[in-house]
């Protein structure tokens, strides 16, 4: 009995370490991940044109991005491609879990290259654009605190891009900003126009 439980919490213990690997989905037997986001290059057969060989497990060397996020670039069928860690991590860790076209994952800390399964979590482009980047929490939807200008600035995503439609001094002017642009975003599908015609409209409303 005292054996048995040993093994399991061992077994827990394992899962909660840096050793600890799983597959990659649609990697499976190519590359694995632990929880850190370090990615694993399995042992496994290769042919470099000329001849066959066996390579060994070794850990990927992963790139750090200019925005702060880990990539690591996966290759199957001769065919390569470039990752987020923490999307790959997710994914790995969290298979069952179902994305929403309008979902992203999120740095729980704000720290980009921070990870760890525990850090990250799915949330709508929404709540990323409004969640706390700076040690500034806004309690409205599209609205963050912009540090390098000391103003609040608005944000919505269109079209898969962020567009950012301004910059103001008060909390509030920022959220009516975002308002406005959310009941006309079925107008346009053009960004810069987009921009354009909202400022329009809320430059409109304060004269009226």
Same mark, same amino acid.
């Given at each position: ?7 399991? *919490? ?11 690997? &799983? !597959?990659?989905?649609?990697? @499976? =037997?190519? $590359? ?15 042919? *470099? ?11 990927? &060397? !992963?790139?750090?991005?200019? @925005? =702060?996020? $880990? ?28 994305? &929403? ?37 806004? &309690? ?69």
């Amino acid at each position: 009995m005292i054996k048995l439980k040993w093994f399991y *919490n061992s077994k827990i213990l394992r899962k909660l370490t840096e050793n600890y690997f &799983k !597959s990659i989905p649609g990697y @499976k =037997g190519i $590359y694995s991940i632990n929880m850190y986001g370090s990615v694993k290059s399995l042992k496994r057969i290769k042919d *470099n044109g000329n001849s066959k060989f066996l390579s060994e497990d070794r850990i990927l &060397k !992963s790139q750090l991005s200019k @925005k =702060g996020y $880990y990539n690591t670039t996966l290759c199957k069928n001769g065919k390569c491609k470039t990752y987020r860690n923490s999307i790959l991590v997710y994914r790995s860790f969290k298979p069952n879990s179902l994305f &929403k076209p309008n979902e992203v994952i999120d740095h729980i800390n704000n720290v980009p290259h921070d990870d760890h399964i525990w850090n990250l979590q799915k949330i709508t482009y929404r709540q990323n654009n409004s969640k706390d980047k700076f040690g500034y929490t806004s &309690k409205y939807v599209g609205v963050c605190w912009d540090v390098k200008r000391k103003k609040w600035r608005s944000n919505i995503k269109l079209s898969d891009k962020s567009v950012q439609l301004g910059r103001f001094n008060k909390e509030i002017d920022a959220a009516k900003m975002y308002q406005i642009a959310l009941k006309n975003m079925d107008k346009y599908t053009n960004p810069k126009e987009f921009r354009e015609l909202i400022r329009k409209k809320y430059t409109n409303r304060k004269v009226a």
